[in-house]
């Protein structure tokens, strides 16, 4: 075991690997139950659920900002080799900012509203490196000019309030990918965006993660986008990974009835017309321990099994694995 | 800029006006004839009517008004009765020593609230928050004067050399002179400013932008001094100016006590003795300070927060009022 974890040190396969990862609130609830995931160097891997589904928990939990009365239970954070659940506000502040950089979904609230954009840009170099001001105030406007700002001379100058809802994006962008980090966490980067914007971000991300070889975690309830962005993807359910695979393999061959109904909510083309399939019920909250599948009752699918015992995973094909007792009878 | 305080100093003038109206109507209502009062009972009705043309008696109220105004712009605010001075010489002997006492209990308030607030909201529900609110809401509890007198008697057992009750006659700097009366101000305000300051740092520090700041990799304790006491500022402030126009117009007790002849004390001598000229410059030089200390608030909350300095965002203005209105009723609400 020790011997492995410095063979992984030393030559990461994985830029961060998350192993059964536990996250429960003070009152038991259990927010997040067993997530593994893995994301190789330069790799854009998805994560998508529904709302609630412990998304948001996961990544605070990687990045260590978990609110109070919520902690880590049991597993592994490894990035770069290196297990971060436990490691201490200095190591924590060493890696924020300048290997792991962090974008959050709601980029009004996520910027300090009194204090100047080029400011609050510049404060990750502050920090981060010994450069001189004229050299951090070069470096600042020329990755506002990679995230595409526009006049970056003059929006250095101004207040979150007096950018619109792309531009802060943008300026949470260009402040993630400053110290060109290993891996950047997206989370739903574009709830608060209108289409064309959101177009425009993610492509964003992806011409970010191309040209510096960042890997991406991004976070999304909607298919659509990860379909466009992501290489790989995690498909969690009420704190539990449910289906896993390629995007190509888990879109054109679900194995998940839950992955199913997020695909079909999804509008398309050919579907134009027909009415939008509403999702029934929701997940449920607060959690105990899961002792079955936790969509059966969801679930159109479901048969006495599933309410009995918590499915394992499956493998669908080789890289494409999905927790459903179905897939147990199609073995058979 | 420059337009902003035009157009301020527009509103201020009327705010001044209004306030000179209002207390010459009420000395209309008070009988009593100065002129009489001034030169005692036994003038003869000479005097007293040279008095009564001095001071304009029978003026119609437009003219008093109007002539009152005139002198105003011209740096006078007639003459004492009590004291038969130009009645802008007392004030102007009198300023100083409020103005100091002012000054010095502000900054003692400051001082104190500050760095009790941080480590009271940083430690929130911890013991030492809890001591510090204890001793805050007793203190606030004791009225000022009391509070003058159990300082002075435990500066006097202790022999620091510091004489107390002499006021500004004593030869020891002024530092010395005015650090009982002036902590006895601060520490009958400090509460408030303490509070403020507390819940308004605690509530930054709910506030998701933190969160990026820990995912930029900011320590803790930049994000609280450059991040969170920053942006707690504001209504801090607000409540700032609030206990320095307090302050002014209202330390008369202090200045008994301690025999400081300031304004607190001017003012009571000029309404026993129905100085209305007295009364009214004084009035009127407190006005200007509330006014003058409000506008300066307002000013330094804008240059701290920028949303404050567009219309579309005055409901953070109104939302921050109605805040402070909330928080000092539930404050005096612990007095009671
Ligand atoms: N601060 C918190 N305190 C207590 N419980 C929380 C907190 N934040 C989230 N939760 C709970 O954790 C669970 C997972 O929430 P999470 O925010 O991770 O969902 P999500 O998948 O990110 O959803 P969304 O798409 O709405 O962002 C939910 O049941 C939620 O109620
Ligand atoms: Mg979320």
Redesign the interface.
Known sequence: MNKLELTNQANPEYTLKVEHLKVVSTQGAELVRDVSLAIKPGEIVGLVGESGSGKSITTMAI???LPDGISIAKGKILFQGQDITRIS??E???????KL??I?Q?AS???????RIGKQID??LK??TDLSLSERQDRVLGTMRAVNLPDVKNLAKR?P?ELSGGQRQRV?IA??IINNPQLLIADEPTTALDVTVTAQILDLIKIINESKQISVLYISHDFSTVNKLCDRVFVLYAGIPVEIGSVKQVIENPQHPYTELLLESIPTKEKRGQKLLRMKGRTQDPRGPALNCQFADRCPKAFGRCRQELPPMYQVTPGHTAACFLLNNKGE | MLKYIAKNAAQMLVTLLLIVLIVFIMFELIPGNPAQIMSKLDADQKTIEALEQEFGIHDPLPVKISKYFTGLLNGDMGRSIRFGKPVIDLIRQAIPVTMSLAIYSFFLIVIISVPLALLASVKRGSFIDNAIRFTTETTLAIPPFFMAVILMLIFRTTQLGLKSGQGASSGSSVLVQYLLPALAIALSRVTMALEFLRDSIIEQKK???L??????????S?IILT?VL??SLVPYITVLGLIIAEIFGGSIIIEQVFLLPGLGRLLVTAVESRDFPLTLGIIITIAIVVIVVNFLVDLINQF????LR?KE?VALRTGLGAKLIYKLNTIRGVKK
């Open positions: 990045v260590g900002i506000a200095d924590r502040c060493g890696i924020n900012g300048n950089g962090i959050y709601d609230q996520a910027l300090n509203p009194l204090m404060e990750v920090i981060h207040y309030h949470l402040m993630a | 506030m998701f932008y969160k990026t700041a820990i995912g930029k990799g900011v320590t803790r930049r991040h920053r942006n701290i927060d920028p949303r567009e965002h």
